[in-house]
């Protein structure tokens, strides 16, 4: 099948977002695997003073996670759909979260920022060109700024793929047909099989610029296909090494 990328995959998110929530209310774990990733950024303080970029926030899941995570922070969040932010927008927020309808690459050009800290979710896997958003991520942040990257990722094992590839045909799948989503849920399924493993991705963030790229695993029947990366940006450390 071919993968649905950019406007294509924000419109199947725009109409997605109805039932967005209640299908991912059905994956066992799914928030607090969000809140153990916003929480492996160690914000120091609970984040008073920092500015914290939730990219690709979605329907706000993520966003609840890193206010959780660093209940001082003040934090933008930003997502590609519009359907999906309106479900964001809807819920209770402090004044300290602000939403934008904007991708990264036009977020790099407003002039906001830099960010102390960047919280990515389900967001490398579904773009064109994960390297140049990585490198925007990378200007964005501030010399030595943290980044989180909360990502369907697998391990590289075969038995962790055909458990994936199980859990879409019994569950995520049919429960998109249901909803009237079936192609967006297909291409949850495909997107996962399709991108970088657990090394391939870590290697990706050293080679974006990132320094001490690591993966982290998540609990429950996740593990081995939900992972946590953790890096931050070199600038700081490159000058420290100059001197």
């Known amino acids: 099948m071919t993968l649905l990328r950019d406007h294509d995959l924000a419109r199947a998110f725009d109409h997605a977002s109805r039932t967005y929530d209640r299908l991912t209310a059905l994956n066992p774990g799914y928030r607090t695997d969000l809140l153990r990733s916003a929480r492996r950024l160690r914000l120091p303080q609970g984040g008073a003073g920092l500015h914290v970029l939730d990219l690709g926030c ?24 519009s359907g999906m932010l309106r479900r964001a927008l809807a819920k209770p927020w402090p004044a300290r979260v602000r939403f934008r309808h904007l991708t990264a690459e036009e977020l790099a050009t407003t002039g906001d920022g830099p960010y102390d800290a960047v919280f990515a979710a389900y967001l490398f896997r579904n773009v064109t060109d994960p390297d140049g958003v990585l490198a925007t991520v990378r200007s964005l942040l501030r010399p030595g700024g943290r980044l989180a990257v ?17 859990v879409c045909r019994a569950v995520i799948i049919p429960a998109g047909t249901i909803s009237g989503d079936r192609a967006l849920y297909r291409h949850l399924w495909r997107s996962v099989l399709d991108f970088d493993t657990v090394p391939a991705f870590t290697t990706r963030l050293s080679g974006a610029g990132f320094t001490g790229a690591r993966a982290l695993p998540v609990a429950g029947w ?22």
Do not use: K
């Open 58 to 81: 979605g329907t706000g899941a993520s966003t609840r996670a890193l206010l959780r995570a660093a209940p001082r922070a003040r934090i933008t969040a930003v997502d590609a759909s």
């Open 222 to 243: 996740q593990t081995g296909i939900v992972h946590t990366f953790l890096a931050r940006e070199a600038a700081a450390v490159r000058a420290e090494d100059a001197r």
């Open 150 to 166: 909360h990502e369907y990722s697998l391990s590289g094992s075969a038995a962790h793929r055909a458990l994936w590839t199980t």
